[in-house]
């Protein structure tokens, strides 16, 4: 079924694969989350949702939760893995995971391939499966990967307790971390960039090179309405006014030429451009041709 670029607002995220140089990106999802956007973006003034109606399914957001594939030659690795086999009611919604893996054998790939999982922050929607098995399995399903995480994420692991993060679930993969900082290179083509603000050591990446790039940016940005409005910060970022000054960067970044985005949480237009509007910028989804692989 094909769905109007309005009706994805309110959809959750479906696979799908772009190609940055010699990396191919597939997103995987695992499940879905919705918040009520009056709670998850408390500072938007009066009349706000009335003018934006379009991106709300009742009252709530529709955001996916997965993790972001990248593949060079028979190399893999991942950004953030999902939720898991859970379901979870939260303040503003429901967080459900659980897909991940199915997602990963529809593009041919086993857990064991992956070398590398690259977690964008500590809360448990960004790295579900590194501390819970299948349901039946007795090991994890990426117990065999590095995990690489920000060196100021992990050394300041406590205030993830925040959003739900115990430090049992943190010891089941601790022995797998090795940390990183802005500007290394953890993959072919794929660097560290330091987005503070939603968390302390709060991480994207960069993949490709050259003329030709992609910005994961994790929860810098948490709906597509953010790229119009980054003075909205959501009530879970740790630090509001440096999230927003984040944000504000982020945006200009993503109106660059050759760069594409890729927010996690943007329902099914999770792929995307800044492009100028009469006033800032607006979200513009990748367009895709009808050959390109829903794999």
């Given at each position: ?247 504000h960067g982020l945006v200009e970044e993503l109106a660059a030429p050759g760069t ?36």
């Amino acid at each position: 079924m094909t769905f109007s670029v309005t009706e994805r607002l309110i959809q959750p995220a479906s696979l799908r694969t772009v190609q940055v140089g010699d990396l191919q990106v597939t997103y995987l999802p695992d499940g879905l989350t919705t918040m009520n956007a009056r709670a998850w973006l408390p500072t938007a003034p009066d009349g706000f949702w009335s003018r934006h109606g379009e991106y709300l399914d009742a009252d709530s957001f529709v955001a996916g939760v997965g993790g972001l594939l990248i593949e060079f030659g028979e190399r893999a690795m991942l950004i953030d893995a999902g939720f898991g086999p859970l379901t979870f009611r939260t303040g503003v919604g429901i967080l459900r995971g659980g897909a991940l893996l199915d997602s990963l054998a529809l593009v041919g790939r086993e857990p064991a391939e992956i070398e590398t999982v690259a977690v964008t922050h500590l809360h448990a929607d960004h790295f579900g499966w590194l501390w819970q098995a299948a349901p039946g399995a007795r090991r994890t399903p990426f117990a065999h990967a590095q995990v690489l995480i920000s060196e100021v994420e992990w050394h300041h692991r406590d205030l993830a307790a925040a959003a739900g993060t115990t430090a049992e679930m943190l010891d089941v993969f601790a022995h797998q971390v090795r940390t990183v900082a802005e500007g290394d290179e953890v993959f072919p083509g794929v660097r560290v960039l330091a987005l503070p603000g939603h968390t302390t050591g709060h991480t994207g990446f960069v993949i490709g090179t050259g003329e030709h790039r992609l910005v994961a940016f994790g929860d810098a940005l948490h709906s597509s309405l953010q790229i119009s409005h980054p003075e909205l910060s959501a009530v879970a970022d740790h630090d509001p006014m440096r999230s927003a000054d984040v944000r504000h960067g982020l945006v200009e970044e993503l109106a660059a030429p050759g760069t594409l985005g890729y927010g996690c949480h943007f329902a099914d237009v999770q792929f995307g451009s800044a492009v100028p509007a009469t006033s800032g910028h607006i979200w513009q989804p990748h367009r895709f041709a009808a050959a390109d692989r829903a794999r």
